[in-house]
């Protein structure tokens, strides 16, 4: 039995894959009829490359987790989405100290096979990143590997 979006929200943000602890990424929407979702993130300085912007591969690795998100709530069962392939087409910098969002979605779930695509956009909605991947979904035996909220640095591995 799917639960209400407010609920899946909730736990979703208390019980968070470990990328997305480890890059603060912050679960802030979520819509599994659309099969959507949308994290929040700062990017700090240490997620930052010499040039003062954030790293292209922190942000690979921000828009796989949201489109991966995506298709979590999508899926509508629990699911594991290992990624098959991806794309990462970059059109602007995020500087260092900005609020930048990563938006997933779903564009077609598949029985093991799904497609979808993630955004990076900036405060003002101006795109920034594109990702366009397929994923295939399997079940998931066992507890998984989560940080849950309020986990010490580091439990998210964000020791030295």
């Known amino acids: 039995m799917s639960l209400p979006d407010d609920e899946l929200l909730q736990r979703m943000r208390k019980r968070q894959a470990p ?29 930052c490359n010499p040039m003062g912007n954030l790293q292209g591969g922190i942000i690979a690795t921000a828009l796989d987790d949201a489109a991966a998100t995506a298709c979590i709530v999508k899926a509508g069962r629990r ?13 602007g910098p995020a500087p260092m100290n900005s609020e930048v969002f990563f938006d997933g979605r779903v564009l077609k779930l598949g029985r093991t096979i799904t497609f979808a695509e993630a955004d990076m ?25 989560f940080v849950e909220e309020g986990a010490s ?5 964000n020791t030295p």
């Not at 594991?80 to 970059?90: A, H, L, N, R």
């Not at 003002?124 to 990702?131: E, F, N, Q």
């Not at 640095?153 to 591995?157: E, F, N």
């Open 19 to 47: 990328t997305s602890a480890l890059l603060g990424m912050e679960l802030v929407a979520l819509d599994s009829a659309a099969g959507t979702c949308r994290f929040r993130m700062e990017a700090v300085p240490r997620l």
């Open 79 to 91: 699911v594991g989405v290992p990624t098959i392939e991806f794309k990462v087409s970059f059109y």
């Open 153 to 157: 640095d580091q439990q998210k591995g």
């Open 121 to 145: 956009t900036n405060a003002d909605g101006k795109l920034l990143a594109r990702l366009s991947t397929s994923v295939m979904l399997v079940e998931v035996e066992g507890p998984g590997h």
